[in-house]
Structures are given as C-alpha cells and as structure tokens.
C-alpha cells in the first residue's frame, strides 16, 4: 500500500535528518533577531506555498520580521513579465533593500541549477544575498543543488525514495520549520493549541 510506504519512508527521514543542521539555522535566526534583521523566505510551486505559512508562522510566534515575494502576485507577475522569471525574486530583494543583517531562506526541491536552468531566480537571489553578505538557510531535496552548495546553512531532507523527493521535500520543509519556530529559543508567542 502506498500509505505504508510513504509513512515509512517519513520515518526514514526523521531518523536521518540533519538536526544539528536546524540547530544551527535557529542560532542564525536567533542572532538575525537580535540585529533586527528581516527574513526573506523564497520559494516557488508547492515551495511558494510553504513560504507563505512559515512567514505567518515566524512573525506571530517568533517576532521575525519575515516576508515572502510570492504573497505580491501582482509585483511578481509584473516583474515576471517587464524582466522575466529569472530575475524575480533578485529585483524584488534589491528594492527591499537586503542587507548584512538580513536572512534569505530557500524553500526548494532541488534548490536551483545553473547547468539545467532549474529555479534560476532563486539561484539570483542567492548570488544576491552573496553580494550584501546576508545568511542564505534552506530546506531542500538535493544535495546538488545551488541552495545546498551555496547557502550558509541547508538542511537537505534525505532522499528516501526517488519516486517521492517532492512530495517529501516539500512536506518536510513544513516540519522542519514547524521545529524551528516551536523551539523556546525563537519561539515568543504561544500557540493557541
């Protein structure tokens, strides 16, 4: 049954994640914070979607000024089309004015290929926060990607099952950050539940 598999391959996950890597992006985050620095939260697909619960989820709980350029259709679907999809989320940092101080967090499958021409606006993005010196984190599902090759600080969800990596990527991204923002080192506000 596909229920079993898929549940037991969760498990798998679970066993083999990388806690010491989400350890490390809450110290970032923590430290972030105490600089007043803001967290971009960037993503497409599925992706985007996640991007959106954990800003809600890392500004009420955690008091991060976080944001994600996806909530903007209109800005992303002006600049998708005047500039192009490569440069989205690029354009929409450098008028958020990123800085040192600031935060970008990757939520992807394969976090961006040059060679393959895969998320290349996420890949700009990175190259950007390069360039000003903020903290790239992420939470992906390869291993070669640009995010985990290039980011400060990348929990890569291990491949379990090749047939299942995005749907257990972008899943996984929602627990890891759910860990995150319900760890009392970041977390300010309690959950009504």
């Given amino acids: ?22 350890e490390q992006m809450i110290d970032v985050l923590v430290e972030a914070r ?32 976080t944001y994600s350029p996806m909530d903007n259709v209109s800005e992303i679907s002006a600049r998708t089309n005047d500039e192009g999809w490569e440069t989205i989320f690029e354009g929409w940092l450098k008028t958020s004015n990123l800085s040192s101080k600031d935060i970008l967090m990757i939520f992807s499958v394969g976090g ?9 606006n996420i890949i700009k993005a990175i190259q950007l926060a390069q ?43 929602s627990v890891i950050w759910h860990c995150m923002v319900s760890d009392p080192r970041l977390q300010l506000n309690s959950t009504k539940w």
């Fill in 34 to 65: 105490n600089k007043k620095g803001r967290m971009f939260i960037l993503g497409v697909g599925g992706s985007a979607g996640n991007a959106s619960h954990a800003v809600n989820d890392f500004r009420k709980l955690c008091g991060i000024e």
């Fill in 112 to 120: 961006g290929s040059i060679e393959r021409k895969v998320s290349v």
């Fill in 131 to 173: 360039e000003v010196g903020a903290k790239t984190l992420g939470i992906v599902g390869k291993a070669e990607g640009f995010t985990a090759s290039e980011g400060d600080v990348v929990v890569v969800v291990p491949e379990v099952n090749p047939l299942l990596v995005t749907p257990l990527s972008e899943a996984f991204q």
């Fill in 1 to 22: 049954m596909h229920a079993t598999g898929y549940m037991a391959d969760a498990v798998k996950i679970c066993e083999t994640l990388s806690v010491s890597k989400i």
